[in-house]
């Protein structure tokens, strides 16, 4: 059997590619693979539709949002050497914004309020997303694999879940 995934498609690109797989007797897609966290949500408007419409699983990357939702970085100071944000590219100022700020103040209220820290609330929440198969994270440090893990055991309830809506919908 063969499986097949895409990166970084639109809902429409989705559709498009797997009426071209079903027509033409191709495999499916089984997966979505596109950045996603709680602060970069877009893909709930389109693209997640279209992988539930077609039983696809979505795997996000980047659910630290570049480290940022782990409070490596301060506002008002340049970014730490070395980190994925102090590279350019632009990636800093769309993540390193005030508006991010304020809402990273309350999700690590949130966390803390429910024992949990942001690593566990950041993949928790990813996890608890009935349409996210698995979560791409990285890790540079053995010890960093095994807090990933255990932060995918924190299934939030739905009370949980809407008040994490609220503090991320903007």
Not at 6 to 17: H, I, P, Y
Not at 54 to 67: E, M, W
Request: hydrophobic share 40%; glycine share 10%.
């Amino acid at each position: 059997a063969r499986y097949v995934g895409c990166s970084n498609f639109a809902g429409w690109q989705l559709v498009e590619a797997q009426w071209v797989a079903r027509s033409g007797h191709f495999s499916e897609f089984v997966s979505a693979q596109n950045q996603y966290n709680l602060l970069d949500r877009r893909i709930e408007r389109e693209l997640v539709p279209a992988a539930n419409a077609y039983g696809l699983g979505v795997l996000p990357y980047f659910p630290l949002a570049s480290g940022f939702l782990t409070g490596k970085y301060k506002q008002g100071e340049a970014p730490p050497e070395g980190t994925r944000l102090a590279a350019g590219g632009g990636m800093a100022d769309r993540v390193l914004n005030e508006g991010n700020f304020e809402t990273l103040q309350k999700l690590q209220s949130f966390a803390e309020s429910a024992g949990h820290n942001m690593l566990e609330l950041a993949i928790g929440w990813l996890a608890s997303q009935p349409h996210v198969s698995s979560v791409i994270s990285g890790a540079t440090k053995p010890e960093q694999v095994e807090q990933n893990v255990a932060a995918a055991e924190w299934k939030l309830s739905a009370e949980e879940l809407a008040k994490v809506n609220e503090i991320t919908k903007r």
